[in-house]
């Protein structure tokens, strides 16, 4: 069966770090159009990063929002069928609950675009982890 399990959320100071980890299971993240998403109380899902691992060697990467650039960055482990979010200097803005998803029906011209949509054509969901950040 198809699953995704984000762990890594927690209650940190302004300015800490956290790594979040998604482990993908049922399904090999190769070939697939993967990302993460954030929501806070009373706001719309907002995409954070997208990836895609097309080949051997070669990922995908695209930041998607704005006020994480320079301070979330995504990577993979094919070996280990997991993707991550590495978050520094981290905001109280920056509190939401976190969720991993995947597209298994889009190619890498379109997975930057399926996340833009508020991830509406995403297949699967994780549960998510909270991330509490304090003043």
């Known amino acids: 069966q198809v699953q995704l399990v984000e762990s890594g959320g927690a209650s940190v100071q302004t300015g800490g770090s956290l790594r979040l980890s998604c482990v993908a299971s049922g399904f090999t993240i190769r070939g697939n159009c993967m990302g993460w998403f954030r929501q806070a109380p009373g706001k719309e899902r907002e995409a954070v990063a997208a990836?895609?691992?097309?080949?051997?060697?070669?990922?995908?990467?695209?930041d998607l929002a704005d006020s994480v650039k320079g301070r979330f960055t995504v990577s993979q482990d094919k070996t280990k069928n997991t993707i991550y979010l590495q978050m520094n200097s981290l905001k109280p803005d920056d509190t939401a609950m976190y969720y991993c998803?995947?597209?298994?029906?889009?190619?890498?011209?379109?997975?930057?675009?399926?996340?833009?949509?508020?991830?509406?054509?995403?297949?699967?969901w994780g549960r998510g982890t909270l991330v509490t950040i304090s003043s």
């Open positions: 990836i895609y691992i097309y080949s051997v060697g070669h990922v995908f990467i695209s």
């Open positions: 998803a995947a597209d298994l029906n889009v190619p890498l011209g379109g997975c930057k675009t399926a996340l833009l949509g508020r991830g509406e054509a995403m297949d699967y």
